[in-house]
């Protein structure tokens, strides 16, 4: 978690754009952020998501994306 935290930091500290702000999904509980590259792609940098068990796992619907976090249109953070 202690990575995801300082990439987050080092990623604004060099002015790469923040896509989506930290957050944990709802789906994999994953604590992410989301970064641009400089061609325009987002890339999600993450920590903590769940193992998924075939022998017992069942679909599920989710009514959002995000438990909490990942607000989007963080921009330039320099």
Not at 28 to 53: C, I, K, N, Q
């Amino acid at each position: 978690m202690d990575d995801v935290g300082s990439t987050l930091y080092l990623a604004q500290d060099e002015g790469v754009e923040i896509a989506s702000t930290l957050g944990r999904h709802t789906n994999d509980h994953m604590l992410s952020f989301y970064m641009r590259t400089p061609s325009g792609f987002e890339v999600e940098y993450g920590w903590g998501a769940r193992t998924v068990d075939d022998a017992v796992w069942h679909v599920q619907r989710h009514q959002a994306p995000s438990i909490w976090g990942h607000r989007r249109g963080a921009g330039r953070n320099r």
